[in-house]
């Protein structure tokens, strides 16, 4: 543990929904939802006007509809415009330090011990974070962020979320425990749903009642690794290391289908589709993979993983399909699927030519946690984001576009044969709208826009 707050945890505020809002002033102060637009689409990101009446993350698109008001804008993801963004943000932050860990496109710690040398005191910390969050502010056309300074990773993420949004937390060594107590233990990072549930049966829903349970009946409840992590983080016990890289653990993709399929002809058309994406990013990323896992929902919603294990990794697309089909074959599709994904785990540098299976009739199929945990998580990014399948329309809600005539501006809505676009962007006011054949040819697709303005010569 260190001695002083040199651990900063930046995250940046309802992302998505601010470079939208950003990006196109008319929905500016209103509610806005990212994410899946058609019938089975999950919430991303909800802007802080959306999360008023109820919509957030990971809420099924068609709840959030119904939550919000009239004129909230729903949205299709703009990722080439978030990772334009991320990219100055995670600039800002290697000015600070050299040791940036990046967890996620809208999220990452700072080492503020690594590099110079600088103030570490409560004050002197709280100083360079405010002066950071200016900076980020003004290079990122007004997007804002929240930020936590600990001795810990911990504490320093519990911290950017306390005061969310424009929040700045600093965590003062010695009251790591004060400021733990009185959280729900949701609020620790080893702590899900089930775990949550379990604890409450014991009358225990904060972290300070926690840290009452002994180690021993913690250890009898939820097993050694799981109780013993329990204890150390009631305790505020973190020593894990900021890292520049982070280690890929799994690479995944699924699809969301408009209505139960259960056709096993498309379901196995669809894994081989994925897998070839999947296999894409190995391939990107000069990696090689010896797990094969197959994520399934049925049309109640429960969730069935199967996993079994190459003997030599590989990144051939077609070694990936040939066992994901073969583990579908061991899932009762007759009622129809609601979702399928194929993921990929256990990664090295290395492979070898031989791929024979360490299976014997795929005997060794098993649940694979890693990726049923990865795949569970609702946290948009280009590497793990949910593929989601939309209705065939030529024009996506919120996509960039430009005309030959009107200039740049963005998808407001399609359907019937006609697209409609708003012509304004970061730098304009709220502009005007107009509707035009969707194979119009003077309307294209266009890169994000632009938030910096040109420099006066």
């Known amino acids: 543990m260190r001695s002083e707050p040199s651990i900063l945890h930046l995250d940046l505020d309802a992302f998505f929904a601010a470079v939208e809002q950003r990006d196109k002033p008319s929905l500016r102060g209103r509610p806005v939802v990212v994410g899946g637009i058609g019938p089975r689409g999950v919430v991303s990101t909800a802007s802080y006007e959306a999360r008023a009446f109820g919509a957030r993350s990971a809420m099924p698109t068609h709840e959030a509809r119904r939550r919000c008001p009239p004129g909230t804008a729903f949205l299709g993801g703009r990722f080439a415009a978030y990772r334009k963004t991320s990219a100055v943000v995670m600039s800002l932050l290697r000015e600070v330090s050299p040791v940036v860990e990046q967890v996620s496109v809208d999220e990452a710690y700072v080492d503020l011990a690594a590099g110079e040398q600088r103030d570490l005191s409560a004050d002197g910390v709280r100083l360079l974070a405010e002066e950071l969050l200016e900076r980020i502010e003004a290079e990122t056309g007004g997007l804002t962020a929240s930020a936590g300074i600990a001795s810990s990773k911990m ?264 697209v409609t676009v708003r012509f304004e962007g970061p730098l304009t006011g709220p502009g005007p709208v107009r509707t035009f054949a969707v194979d119009d040819p003077q309307l294209e697709p266009a890169d994000p826009p632009d938030w910096r303005p040109e420099p006066v010569a």
């Open 155 to 418: 504490l320093a993420k519990i911290g950017s979320d306390l005061e969310k949004p424009r929040g700045l937390v600093v965590v003062a060594p010695g009251r790591e425990l004060d400021v733990l107590a009185p959280l729900n233990v949701r609020a620790l990072g080893g702590v899900g749903p089930a775990t949550a549930d379990r604890l409450r049966t014991f009358g225990v829903e904060t972290v300070e009642q926690l840290r009452r349970l002994a180690l021993a009946d913690l250890v009898s409840i939820f097993g050694e690794a799981h109780g013993n992590g329990l204890h150390r983080l009631a305790r505020a016990q973190d020593d894990r290391p900021v890292v520049v890289e982070r280690e890929t653990k799994s690479i995944s993709a699924e699809e969301t289908f408009e209505t139960d399929v259960a056709d096993r002809a498309r379901l196995e058309s669809e894994i081989a589709r994925l897998a070839e994406g999947v296999c894409r990013r190995l391939v990107a990323a000069s990696a090689f993979a010896r797990t094969v896992t197959v994520k399934v929902r049925h049309p109640d919603f429960s969730l069935q993983t199967r996993s079994a294990t190459l003997r030599h990794a590989t990144d051939q697309a077609g070694a990936v399909t040939d066992l994901a089909t073969r583990l579908l074959h061991g899932v009762d599709v007759s009622s129809g699927l609601r979702l399928i994904g194929v993921g990929v785990s256990g990664l090295t540098t290395h492979a070898q030519v031989e791929l024979d299976l360490e299976l014997a009739g795929l005997g060794r199929v098993e649940p694979a946690p890693e990726y049923e945990a990865v795949a569970a998580r609702v946290e948009p990014a280009p590497a793990g984001m949910v593929t989601e399948a939309t209705p065939a329309v030529a024009w996506r809600t919120g996509a960039d576009v430009v005309h030959a005539e009107h200039g740049a501006g963005w998808v407001w809505g399609s359907g019937r044969g006609r």
